[in-house]
């Protein structure tokens, strides 16, 4: 069976039978006129061993955040994917063909005549290919109805407890029946984003993500009109302060050396006392149980409330919402905050963007809670969700205005906010907002009519990954005198994830997930596959095997998506099957484990996927399965990434790795902490993956969302 075969497989389902319950690390050269200084409390963290392994991976592998060369071969395999570029440059594991799709080849096993038995009549030919959905059926739909408004569309609303289930009451109002439901197109053009390898063809044949993202959200589509209201999140205080305990790795974060480069650097702070915030921001850091800060908190809170611009980087889930957070809000309680819902237009002083609803979500409701008490009101607007609903959250007021791009663009096209009074931008994944897929959209916004220039305003980029291509871009941004944080290895992954990779070829990597999953039990993980079918396919398979799975991948509904998460996030569905959609930035409480049934293409992609375990101290397992038959061009760059990150690095991978040695490739970073560093010193002697500056940045990759 072909690629093509096996996308009409999973395209053409029906649904099976079976229906699934479903630190002191001050800032060490002081303060002032100081460049490129650096902090470590303990030099431990830096010493390693020197092994043999260590002496041929020195000796063989750059610091690589590319997995690799490959074998060209391979790369008419891959759907769509020729012309996008990222695939085989620098920052990339590869370009992976779709050889895992042939695993079903022959297979005709019980769960195929179960998954084909169904009559669904909608997963026909072109229609598949328009990405129109065959999906079926309504989860957890309340019907509330929509409010009157002038925005009001006249289709029926639905709400599912989803995106907004808190950590602890999580899922109250999570919506019932939740039969894995699979389905194949992107329904009606909604979910939101497109996939590289994931086929995306607009009604008018264009794929162009931000003219799918405009048609469809400001209802000029042809298609039906996006009606989803969001839930409104749990209002009570139990609920905004719900959090998760740091774990036992929390102190460590102490060792981690941090860099800060650029002029006047002010002092890090090595307490919230000495951030000197108001008595509410204090109080309610305090409810959030944060009485420690982590390094990126220590060093960006000064150098934000010193209003310079920055670049920050730091490891996955250390903190860094928090870190732009705390003192946008000091300084807007500092400063007084316009916004009335008495006001005709809305003109907010902080935009904060990211890439994914979810994530923009999250932001929001961290926004919500420091800002708890006070007049600062902060708002989220994200695509997939009725225009009308995110226009009427803002007319009530908007100091803080959280946005996915497609979406924000569309509310300023509609001048539904003024830009004049904006203070702050912040760009949560800042290396994927200015990557090929975003990028675009953020030069957009920063040159819209009423933007202050980047002189009168205040910018802020924060990632755990930062390739120094993207750094230059990000030069457009900001001031020339931003200062740029580097805590620990920028791009490395979290030294609380234990990575595992284990030898699984395509024909087997099914069972073995199952093996793995029913081994781990009830424990939380998510699984992450390279396409949104794959994705469909594999939850459907897992509920099959009695495993209670739900999905999130950008041709889910938003409702759909919402309702995954929110039932992932309770324990309802302890195992998520997700595309790249769901690698960055979700803070999701109890994730013990990330397992990557296919490897993703990029060395940064793989370090957030996995960092969706191991969190703010917590340990965490992650376990990615290698194909010896696909992935050898991703041997050579895993080894640097497990090596940086101190983990394992098993004899089999290292032998792969050293028979696809690929010159300029040399010279692991073992010890070096900082492997890809403020590209304003100059092309670093340890430049990313040996590969030269002067390759594309990261371009669209396999999943472009808004
Ligand atoms: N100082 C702190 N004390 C206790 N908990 C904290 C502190 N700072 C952040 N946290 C918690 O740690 C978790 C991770 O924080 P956050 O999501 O901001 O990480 P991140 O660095 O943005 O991760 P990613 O790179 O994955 O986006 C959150 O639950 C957050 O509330």
């Keep these: ?108 096993c019980g769960f195929w005549r179960g998954y084909q038995d169904g009559n669904d009549s909608e997963a026909s030919g072109s229609f598949r290919r328009s990405g129109r959905g065959s999906y079926r059926g309504c989860r957890g739909g309340f019907g509330l109805g929509s409010p009157n408004s002038k925005y009001e569309q006249d289709e029926g609303t639905q709400r599912s407890g989803g995106i907004f289930g808190s950590r602890r009451s999580a899922l109250s109002g999570v919506g019932k029946g939740d039969a894995y439901q699979s389905r194949s197109g992107s329904g009606s053009g909604r979910g939101g984003y497109k996939g590289l390898n994931e086929e995306v063809i607009t009604a008018s044949g264009k794929n162009s993500w931000k003219s799918e993202a405009e048609r469809r959200e400001s209802g000029d589509t042809q298609g039906p009109k996006v009606t989803y209201i969001p839930p409104p999140p749990p209002e009570d205080e139990d609920s905004i302060f719900a959090h998760y305990q740091t774990g036992i790795n929390f102190d460590k974060y102490d060792t981690i050396l941090v860099e800060v480069s650029g002029h006047d650097v002010p002092p890090a702070i090595l307490t919230f006392e000495e951030a000197n915030l108001c008595q509410t921001l204090n109080s309610n ?62 003109e907010p002083e902080c935009i904060i963007v990211a890439p994914t609803r979810e994530l923009i979500s999250q932001i929001y409701l961290e926004a919500r809670k420091f800002s708890f008490g006070t007049c600062v009101r902060a708002v989220v607007i994200y695509g997939g969700t009725q225009l009308g609903h995110s226009i009427r959250q803002i007319v009530q007021g908007c100091n803080i205005l959280c946005a996915t791009p497609g979406r924000l663009m569309d509310i300023i096209g509609k001048e539904k906010i003024g830009l004049r009074q904006v203070k702050y931008i912040v760009l949560d994944e800042a290396d994927r907002m200015l990557d090929m897929g975003f990028g675009p959209e953020m030069k957009k916004l920063i040159s819209c009519p009423g933007m202050p220039s980047k002189e009168q305003r205040q910018t802020l980029m924060f990632s755990a990954t930062f390739p120094e291509e993207i750094q230059r871009l990000a030069g457009e941004f900001l001031k020339s005198n931003y200062l740029f944080v580097a805590v620990g290895q920028v791009g490395g992954a979290c030294r609380d994830v234990q990575q595992t990779i284990l030898q699984v070829g395509q024909y087997s990597k099914r069972e073995k997930l199952v093996e793995i999953l029913r081994n781990i039990g009830d424990e939380r993980t998510m699984v992450f596959v390279e396409t949104k079918k794959k994705a469909d396919f594999i939850a459907t398979f897992l509920c099959q095997e009695k495993i209670s799975t739900t999905s999130i991948h950008g041709d889910r509904e938003q409702r759909e998506r919402e309702q995954a998460l929110g039932d992932f996030r309770c ?40 960092g969706r375990t191991g969190r703010c101290g917590n340990t965490g397992r992650a376990i990615s399965f290698f194909d010896t038959e696909s992935d050898n061009h991703l041997a050579q760059p895993l080894v640097k990434v497990l090596s940086d990150a101190q983990q394992d690095v098993p004899a089999w991978l290292e032998e792969i790795a050293f028979s696809m040695y690929v010159p300029g490739f040399s010279g692991s970073t073992r010890g070096n902490v900082f492997v890809s560093i403020d590209t304003r010193k100059g092309k670093s002697s340890l430049n990313a993956a040996g590969f030269s500056s002067s390759q594309a940045p990261n371009p669209v990759d396999d999943e472009s969302w808004d």
């Design 1 to 108: 069976m072909g690629d093509e075969d096996w996308e009409a497989e999973i395209i053409k389902p029906h649904m099976s039978s079976y229906v699934p319950v479903f630190e002191k690390d001050r800032y060490s050269s002081g303060a002032h006129g100081d460049t490129f200084n650096r902090t470590l409390a303990s030099l431990s963290e830096m010493d390693d061993g020197y092994s043999r392994r260590d002496h041929f991976m020195r000796s063989r592998f750059a610091s690589g955040r590319s997995l690799g060369n490959r074998d060209p071969g391979e790369s008419n395999k891959r759907e769509n994917t020729s012309t996008m570029g990222d695939f085989g440059v620098g920052r990339s594991f590869g370009n992976r063909g779709f050889s895992n799709n042939k695993f079903e080849e022959g297979d005709s």
């Design 285 to 346: 850091i305090a409810k959030a149980g944060y009485t420690k800060l982590t390094p990126v908190q220590k060093y960006s809170i000064p150098i934000v409330l010193g209003g310079r611009d920055l670049m920050a980087c730091a490891q996955t889930g250390s903190g860094k919402t928090a870190a732009f957070l705390l003192p946008i809000l000091a300084h807007m309680m500092r400063d007084g905050v316009t916004a009335s819902r008495f006001k005709e237009l809305q």
């Design 571 to 610: 324990g309802k569905c302890p195992v998520l099957v997700a595309t790249s959609v769901a690698a960055r930035g979700l803070d999701i409480e109890n994730v013990q484990h990330v397992i990557n049934f296919d490897l993703p293409s990029t060395t940064d992609e793989y370090v957030h996927r996995i």
